[in-house]
């Protein structure tokens, strides 16, 4: 199979040992890797109704079929498991550089599964797996992680070349439940809690390195099509805009819409937002755009904060999530502040959706005197220090870091959280964007904006935002484009660029498969059906892709919307029945 090694590595970190298990072509051509190969080794070897942070849940790791080739946004990874967050289906993805030299191992996935007794860290590459000693690096951030294990494989390792580690942070080492994976300093497989499971095996790093080239069906087709693109993508208007402004440009465009989501949902405008925006973020630190690896969008920022107290302080972003997080949610009328905020969780290794989605309602909480907590809207150093005690599991971290089910219900507030199958949403309110509802409800990891990214044809009206009636359908057919973009492993923001045309054409030139739209449908149908039979095998219910009640019954004041409970399940019988599935949200039998 062209594109693919055949070949998974399976890694016992109790038994400090591993294996290598051949993967078929049979298989390979009905998952095409990524998140479909890892769903179907997931059903295989995960058992039902695991612990998450037991030894016997198994983490995936990822590139796809495209890694290592000419394709734009393809150099990016996945993870998947069993989430500690929800306790259903995981995936994260990350871009940077990593997913190179994860790809030059040799693997077309890594399954990793035990539990070691105490830290360690993972060298992998094409020969073996080392079991290293991490005791020296526990307790560091991300960023000394990072460093430290890169230089160790420069000093070691002479003739290893390029090196890319993934590590945990201290969220991650506590079993905070939304800890994430950190590469590239900046980069994050950023939600459901990967880093938690890590943290749970004691892994505190792993370091990738090989030589390995993957045979394409059709090299001269690849670089054709690359080059092709490339050409494209310099008159493209959302490269450009990309390129010019990167995600903060959304803060404008939400707010406008009135689904700019602020005030712990209270509000779906934020009348700071043009201190926090993209042109705030340009004017108060020096920027620079950032890309990953074979990118021509560079939608990072590289921001370097100029002025204040945080001055010369550095990231790449605050990316949008994390300016509607920290910025709406919290109400915080600073980018030079989130930056600060959105490093201290880099650095800790947690989400920032997450994070500040829970000091939000911690916020709340303290209002309305259910918890004794001095914190409150935009009070910055107040939300700082609680996110250092949800790291380290202090005071009332040690329940927020449970996640956000956990602190709603033990504060009588389970009536007043947000979040669909105990993830948090992205910044699009669904009271405005009814399909974005459908999104959150829908998605298998939870409330998710990125499986079909379904904001983009609402904002751009190509789908009217109110309209209930065949959105599903429409829904339905970008879910399966983009399903496609996460068995490939491609950058989501090559959505426009990437239709049904152009992913046949870059699946022909690197498996051999001449697909059709068609049959790169019943692909994305499979992987979606499989993904769906893992949450019903850990106790998915019907229920749990519904909206929280809050969207139904607290209109937003400056529009009056709501998204109804009849909508909402209007809304998932009409895609249940789009995805072939019975009226309970079965599919059928394999």
Request: proline share 4%.
């Amino acid at each position: 199979m062209f594109g693919f090694y055949n070949m998974a590595l399976r890694v016992d970190v109790t038994q400090s040992a591993f294996e290598l298990q051949m993967i078929s072509d049979e298989v390979l051509a009905r998952t095409l890797g990524g998140k479909g190969l890892a769903t179907h080794l997931l059903l295989a070897h995960n058992p039902q109704g695991v612990d998450p942070l037991s030894a016997d849940n198994h983490i995936i790791f990822a590139a796809g079929p495209v890694a290592g080739s000419s394709i734009w946004g393809s150099c990016r990874y996945g993870v998947f498991s069993k989430s500690p967050q929800t306790g259903f289906y995981s995936e994260s993805y990350s871009g940077g550089r990593v997913a190179e030299n994860i790809a030059a191992c040799g693997f077309d996935a890594i399954v990793i599964h035990g539990t070691s007794d105490t830290p360690i860290w993972l060298e992998i590459c094409e020969e073996t797996v080392y079991f290293h000693s991490a005791e020296e690096l526990w307790g560091l951030d991300t960023y000394g992680t990072e460093d430290r294990v890169k230089a160790w494989v420069k000093e070691n390792r002479p003739g290893a070349g390029s090196c890319g580690v993934v590590c945990i942070g201290p969220a991650g080492e506590n079993l905070i439940s939304f800890a994430v994976i950190e590469n590239d300093y900046w980069r994050s497989a950023g939600r459901t809690g990967v880093g938690a499971i890590l943290g749970a095996k004691k892994i505190k790093a792993i370091a990738f390195h090989g030589k390995r080239k993957k045979a394409f069906a059709d090299d001269a087709l690849v670089r054709a099509f690359s080059k092709e693109l490339a050409i494209e993508g310099k008159e493209n208007a959302g490269v450009i805009a990309y390129k010019t402004k990167g995600t903060p440009m959304l803060v404008d465009v939400m707010n406008k819409a009135g689904g700019f989501p602020t005030r712990y949902w209270q509000k779906g405008r934020f009348e700071g937002a043009s201190k926090i925006n993209a042109d705030a973020l340009h004017q108060r630190c020096d920027v620079k755009p950032h890309a990953c690896l074979k990118c021509f969008m560079a939608c990072g920022r590289l921001s370097t904060v100029k002025e204040g107290r945080h001055a010369g302080l550095q990231v790449e972003g605050p990316e949008y999530e994390t300016i509607y997080a920290f910025g709406g949610l919290c109400e915080i009328d600073s980018i030079e502040e989130i930056i600060y905020l959105n490093d201290i969780c880099d650095r800790l290794g947690m989400d920032t959706i997450s994070a500040g989605n829970l000091a939000a309602l911690t916020i709340e909480a303290a209002r309305q005197g259910r918890i004794d907590r001095v914190i409150d809207y935009g009070d910055v150093d107040a939300i700082a220090q609680l996110l250092a005690d949800i790291a380290y599991r202090k005071d009332i971290g040690e329940t927020l870091a449970r996640g956000i089910r956990t602190a709603a219900d033990a504060w009588g507030m389970a009536d007043q959280a947000i979040h669909v199958k105990g993830l948090e949403p992205a910044g699009y309110d669904p009271r405005v964007l009814k399909g974005m509802g459908l999104a959150y409800g829908s998605s298998d990891r939870g409330a998710c904006h990125l499986r079909a990214t379904f904001y983009k044809p609402e904002l751009a009206g190509i789908v009217d935002p109110e309209k209930i009636e065949g959105k599903a359908a429409v829904f339905t057919e970008w879910e399966d484009r983009l399903t496609l973009f996460d068995t490939l492993i491609l950058c989501r923001f090559y959505r426009d660029l990437y239709q049904w045309e152009q992913l046949g054409t870059m699946i022909k030139g690197t498996t051999g498969l001449d697909l059709g739209t068609e049959g790169m449908r019943r692909i994305a149908a499979h992987v979606s059906d499989d993904t769906r039979r893992f949450n019903l095998r850990e106790g998915l219910r019907p229920e749990d892709d519904m909206l929280p009640p809050r969207f139904h019954r607290e209109a937003l004041p400056e529009s009056g919307k709501v998204i109804t409970e009849d909508q909402m399940k209007r809304l998932m019988a009409d895609y249940y029945a789009a995805r072939g599935w019975d009226p309970e949200g079965k599919p059928p039998d394999a």
